[in-house]
């Protein structure tokens, strides 16, 4: 027979049914980073898109706060477990991106790159139709360093290292290429339903 303390206490119904498999609710914002928090001189800022090495559209970071702006409020889901919910996030979508660099996306796959050098694949579908936004703004205030700021990448509906922080740029790329974590064994997808933590989930 199994106790409380052994087996913990079921959140109540409502909460559970917004808890992918083997998540847990938490009320904090945890800080997880390969290294040191980038410090990033908005005048120096920008974002690109490139097709591979060919750069497509660029902008400063005076010209990306005159984009087209969105909002999105919703629940986000990291690898390691932790769920928080209704949060909210203001930021340029990815279709409004687009739209603004007068293209579309030229293949179905792209690596988001952050000034720190890390990079995490996406596919575009997973992007467009309102479904992605570089986001400048959480929870009504600028994105704090540690939490991506200035700008962070926001693909609310896969495991959060999809969320690449202080993104720079988004590189379409021929084919599903890899990014840091993808290389290191995470899923190439990542959807927290399927529990799609790692290569073989």
């Known amino acids: 027979?199994?106790?409380r303390g052994f087996t913990g206490r079921r959140p109540p119904r409502p909460v559970e049914e917004r808890l992918p498999p083997g998540q847990y609710l938490t009320e904090d914002f945890p800080v997880l980073q390969l290294g040191p928090t980038p410090r990033i001189d908005l005048a120096r800022w920008?974002?690109?898109l490139?097709?591979?090495a060919k750069p497509l559209k660029r902008w400063t970071w005076a010209e990306f706060e005159g984009l087209p702006r969105?909002?999105?409020q919703g629940d986000i889901h990291c690898v390691t477990k932790w769920s928080k919910f209704d949060t909210a996030w203001e930021g340029v979508?990815?279709?409004d991106l687009l739209a603004a660099a007068g293209i579309a996306a030229p293949t179905a796959f792209l690596l988001?790159?952050?000034y720190d050098d890390y990079t995490t694949n996406v596919p575009v579908a997973d992007l467009v139709g309102g479904r992605g936004m570089v986001a400048t703004a959480y929870a009504g205030a600028p994105i704090p360093p540690d939490h991506g700021g200035p700008a962070r990448l926001l693909v609310p509906h896969l495991y959060f290292w999809k969320s690449a922080k202080w993104v720079k740029?988004?590189?379409f790329t021929a084919k599903d290429e890899a990014g840091f974590w993808e290389l290191r064994g995470y899923h190439m997808y990542g959807d927290p339903w399927r529990e799609q933590r790692f290569t073989d989930d």
Do not use: K, N, P, V
Request: glycine letters at 14%.
């Open 1 to 3: 027979m199994a106790t």
């Open 46 to 48: 920008s974002f690109t």
């Open 50 to 52: 490139s097709h591979g």
């Open 70 to 72: 969105t909002r999105w």
């Open 93 to 95: 979508s990815i279709d």
């Open 112 to 114: 988001a790159e952050g």
């Open 169 to 171: 740029g988004l590189r």
